[in-house]
């Protein structure tokens, strides 16, 4: 079947540590976003990349960074710059201009 | 400037009743809207978009209006059935159109 998935589903950090989420599609589309969810605030944009190779910050890109070598993957690092880190992330992928998003099932993240 | 925003938070309703969820954007220029579902625990569905060259669409129970006028669209849903119980977003293309921003989202709860 054809998805996107995201691992870990709960991910557990200790502070100044970095990590790393995982993304991987294999619906062949061009464009994969990241998203941080928070109680009460909506979907806020981190970063985006619609292509291989090439990659734009979205509202709060402070703190993360991403790569995108393959076309089916997308991870995202939160460094120990991210202050506020622990939220719910969610990936997703979409045609270019293509604003139909297929989204993962997202990776909790808790700072302990 | 882009900013899509809901009006509620939260919206409760027996089972059978008619749901409304309100949706208010700033930018004028905006011309594509979407409405998005997520469940408890899972990432968003699509579920309905509207152009702005169009006031009204309908979906499977779901029609969404748009009022280019007061800059407000809504998601109706007809018959409101427990599976309707979630988070409702509406997004819109930021400015480039390369990236969904969205609001904040509306809690929908369905009681039987």
């Known amino acids: 079947d054809g998805g996107i998935t995201q691992s870990p589903k709960y991910l557990f950090r200790k502070e100044g540590q970095n990590v790393t989420l995982s993304c991987e599609q294999n619906?062949?589309?061009?464009?994969m976003y990241w998203y941080r969810q928070d109680p009460g605030q909506g979907l806020r944009l981190i970063y985006y990349?619609?292509?291989?190779?090439?990659?734009q910050k979205g509202d709060i890109a402070e703190g993360y960074s991403v790569s995108r070598e393959k076309k089916e993957s997308f991870p995202l690092t939160v460094t120990s710059a991210q202050k506020n880190p622990t939220a719910f992330y969610l990936c997703?992928?979409?045609?270019?201009?293509?604003?139909?998003?297929?989204f993962g099932s997202g990776t909790r993240l808790t700072v302990v | 400037g882009e900013s899509v925003g809901l009006h509620l938070p939260t919206l409760s309703v027996q089972e059978g009743d008619n749901s409304i969820i309100n949706c208010a954007y700033s930018?004028?220029?905006?011309?594509?809207f979407i409405w998005y579902k997520q469940e408890s625990g899972k990432g968003p569905q699509f579920i309905i978009d509207?152009?702005?060259?169009?006031d009204k669409r309908q979906g499977q129970r779901v029609t969404v209006l748009l009022n280019k006028t007061v800059k407000h669209l809504s998601l109706q849903i007809a018959a409101t059935q427990p599976g309707d119980s979630a988070v409702y977003f509406c997004?819109?293309?930021?400015?480039?159109?390369?990236?969904?921003?969205f609001g904040k989202g509306t809690t929908l709860s369905v009681s039987s």
């Open positions: 619906l062949n589309h061009d464009a």
């Open positions: 509207i152009r702005s060259n169009m």
């Open positions: 990349s619609q292509i291989v190779n090439d990659f």
């Open positions: 997004a819109e293309p930021n400015q480039a159109g390369t990236a969904l921003i």
């Open positions: 997703a992928s979409g045609g270019r201009f293509n604003y139909g998003y297929t």
């Open positions: 930018n004028s220029a905006s011309d594509y």
